[in-house]
């Protein structure tokens, strides 16, 4: 008789590396300093793995919003939005996304997975297509599978791959085209023109999602429509709150009367309890701090444009990104993590990436960054960075003669859109 519990027992992947001591996984961190340092281990780092984006988890106004929000209302919403869950500080930030983000309307929801799992998993019919880049973060993957769609798979940002499939599909059934704004592993940003462009000529609709877009790209941090100025002709948006709006939970924004369609229909939805009241609190006080600082998105980039191009100078690759993402690629697992074991101990918090998250041979160190962070941390990381690499002989020992720069993700600019298998 066959035990569903025999393959736990026989795993050992983790196991091995803690008898290496080179586990990175579930860290535990114990007290954070300002967003930019944390304490691991009781030790003192520098945070280069984290999402907080404009660094506004540790702003003392965005605390001060969710601490209000528990005296008034409690710390959860014991219920779902269909039935008791709903709260007026939910309807408010609603609306004030649906504004910011140009769109009819906007649907808030628990967390960031869940919004993905509710939009994707809702639309399509039976029979319907979904097309969905190869490289999509796993809450469109697993939404997409929860649906009654049928998946086809486009090679990454490769438009002829996309409309080979589209022109190959049956003229009369349902499309769906379905990609991050900014791919989360690699930094680097959909080909929104291409896509907007052959779903015109097929007659599918599009949703991109932000999570790693939101307060990232676009003069106001609107994301990737935004930045390519093509707001008024994507159909839905969907993006998270734990990344640059310093929480938790998500939001989908479109056409007042879709919304209204996934707000009764999504299971991820109507059957999870509300966003508590200090996350809808600490959201809508990050958004109203982003609206009115846009300055920290051009200090984002300026950050960016530092750690790439140092980064590149002393021979490393950090792949197709174009954004403050920046994959160190190592393409080897136990490389990898000896970096980020040797990057540990000198106080420096990374995350290292390997299969099944990326593909074998594409292993990599994945680093972000806040527009908190200091110049003079920053060099502290390139310093270790360079030392540390030369040691492990994953750079040369003398900084190549040139390297080339990269071209960022900003407002105004053109990006260079990655095409890969």
């Known amino acids: ?45 520098i945070m280069i793995g984290s999402n907080n984006y404009l660094g506004l988890s540790a702003d003392p106004r965005v605390k001060e919003a969710a601490f ?8 959860t919403a014991s219920g779902s939005r269909l039935l008791n869950g709903t709260l007026a500080l939910h309807e408010e930030l609603e609306a004030k ?16 997975f869940q919004t993905n799992l509710a939009a994707i998993s809702a639309l399509p019919d039976r029979g319907d297509i979904v097309f969905a880049d190869r490289f999509n973060h796993a809450s469109l993957v697993d939404g997409l599978r929860l649906s009654q769609g049928i998946e086809q798979r486009y090679w990454h940002n490769d438009m002829a791959h996309l409309e080979e499939l589209l022109a190959g599909s049956d003229p009369a059934v349902g499309k769906l085209i379905v990609a991050d704004g900014v791919f989360s592993m690699d930094g680097d940003v ?11 000529k097929y007659g599918a609709r599009v949703v991109i999602d932000d999570a790693h877009a939101m307060g990232v790209l676009g003069a106001k941090g609107r994301g ?40 009764h229909k999504a299971r991820s939805v109507i059957f999870s309890a509300a966003l508590p009241p200090p996350c809808a609190a600490a959201a809508l006080k990050a958004l109203e701090i982003l609206e009115e600082e846009p300055e920290r998105v051009t200090r984002l980039m300026d950050i960016a444009e530092k750690m790439h191009n140092g980064l590149r100078a002393m021979g490393y690759d950090t792949g197709g990104s174009v954004t403050p993402i920046i994959p160190v690629m190592i393409g080897d697992r136990m490389r990898c993590f000896a970096l980020w074991k040797a ?25 972000s960054y806040m527009a908190t962070h200091t110049d003079a941390q920053l060099d502290r ?41």
């Not at 066959?2 to 290496?20: G, H, P, Q, R």
């Not at 390519?228 to 479109?254: H, N, P, Q, R």
């Not at 290292?352 to 292993?363: I, Y």
Request: aromatic content about 10%.
């Open 1 to 45: 008789m066959s035990d569903v519990f025999t393959k736990c027992v026989e795993w050992k992947d983790a196991d091995l590396a803690k008898e290496m001591d080179l586990y990175p996984f579930y860290q535990a961190i114990e007290a954070s300093y300002g967003a930019t340092e944390v304490s691991v281990q009781g030790r003192r780092m």
């Open 68 to 75: 209000n929000a528990i005296q008034r209302y409690g710390t």
């Open 97 to 112: 996304l649906a504004r910011f983000l140009r769109r009819e309307a906007a649907m808030v929801v628990s967390t960031g």
């Open 190 to 200: 959909c080909d929104l023109p291409g896509i907007l462009a052959l779903a015109r």
């Open 224 to 263: 990737t429509a935004e930045y390519f100025g093509l707001e008024d002709e994507l159909d839905l948006v969907t993006g998270t709150f734990s990344k640059s709006f310093a929480s938790l939970g998500g939001v989908i924004a479109g056409p007042a009367r879709v919304i209204n369609y996934i707000r």
């Open 343 to 367: 990057l540990f101990q000198e106080g420096i918090f990374t995350n290292p990436v390997t299969p099944p998250a990326v593909s074998a041979g594409r292993e990599l160190l994945r680093t």
């Open 381 to 421: 990381v390139l310093e270790a960075f360079e030392r540390l690499g030369r040691r492990l002989g994953l750079i040369p020992r003398t900084r190549p003669s040139s390297y080339v720069p990269v071209q960022l993700a900003r407002p105004g600019g053109q990006v260079p859109l990655r095409k890969s298998a």
